[in-house]
């Protein structure tokens, strides 16, 4: 059973059964002897900016529901009722890629589509998902210039994915908002639940599996319009190994943006 977030306060004492208290790992006494605080600092650092394991969940509303800033509120409570505490904001952006062609019946021999992502966390890489083919690829972020002034793909529509990071002992959830570009017309909802202390995709599946329970259960008890879904993405279809990296969180993006779509398209 999880037993790494935050502990309850006293009104909530009938959830430390199933969540339990969080213990952040502490080095052991004769590394702080050798090192001393500043290379523990340093260590702290690179254990913070390694991406460990993560899953992506989507929210859909009932049918005849629709997405809003309410429910929005409603989910960030649910976070707070775990003694999540707040740290910064978080954003990303997903772009949608057409071949710049002035006849579109040509036949091509190169992608007619892909996504490029943008991460807060690795500002200097840009990352391309080429869904028919199965590719994710890992670039410098100049290649944004490089495409600019070639002009032969160009953005079809943008989608920023932005909101608030939560801190739960040795998970961290961010509460996202899917929103245009240059726009705050909301398109959905999602949840990102990482596990730092595990980057093996699947030794860390149990415990995130485990906790995203737990997080359903805390939902529920909001009798809100609707539910979190997980789009299980198939990593080795594109390559990816178990070693949690960027490619898989820009896959998972991929997947969970599939399906808010077709989520929209079957209320609509």
């Not at 071949?99 to 990352?127: A, T, W």
């Not at 909101?163 to 245009?180: A, N």
């Amino acid at each position: 059973m999880v037993a790494s977030l935050a502990a309850a306060p006293a009104s909530q004492n009938h959830n430390r059964s199933r969540v339990g208290v969080a213990r952040r790992r502490r080095a052991p006494p004769s590394l702080q002897s050798a090192f001393g605080e500043a290379s523990l600092l340093v260590i702290s650092l690179l254990h913070c900016y390694l991406r460990t394991s993560l899953s992506i969940l989507h929210w859909q509303p009932n049918q005849g529901s629709a997405v809003n800033s309410q429910i929005l509120n409603e989910i960030s409570q649910c976070v707070e009722t775990l003694n999540g505490i707040k740290d910064g904001r978080w954003k990303a952006t997903l772009t949608f890629y057409r071949p710049n062609l002035r006849d579109q019946s040509i036949p091509i021999d190169f992608p007619r589509d892909f996504l490029g992502i943008s991460l807060m966390e690795h500002p200097n890489k840009y990352y391309f998902i080429i869904r028919g083919q199965k590719i994710v690829l890992e670039a410098d972020s100049s290649i944004l210039t490089i495409m600019e002034k070639l002009q032969s793909y160009k953005s079809k529509v943008a989608l920023n994915f932005e909101g608030v990071q939560y801190k739960l002992g040795d998970f961290q959830m961010r509460v996202i908002k899917v929103v245009p570009n240059q726009a705050e017309n909301l398109r959905g909802i999602m949840i990102e639940i990482e596990y730092l202390p595990i980057s093996s995709v699947q030794k860390s599946k149990q415990i995130i599996d485990e906790f995203v329970d737990i997080w359903k259960e805390v939902v529920s008890k909001k009798s809100l319009a609707g539910q979190f879904m997980h789009a299980e993405p198939y990593y080795a279809e594109y390559g990816l190994s178990d070693g949690y990296t960027p490619q898989h969180t820009a896959v998972q993006y991929a997947a969970a943006l599939a399906q808010l779509i077709a989520s929209a398209q079957l209320r609509s």
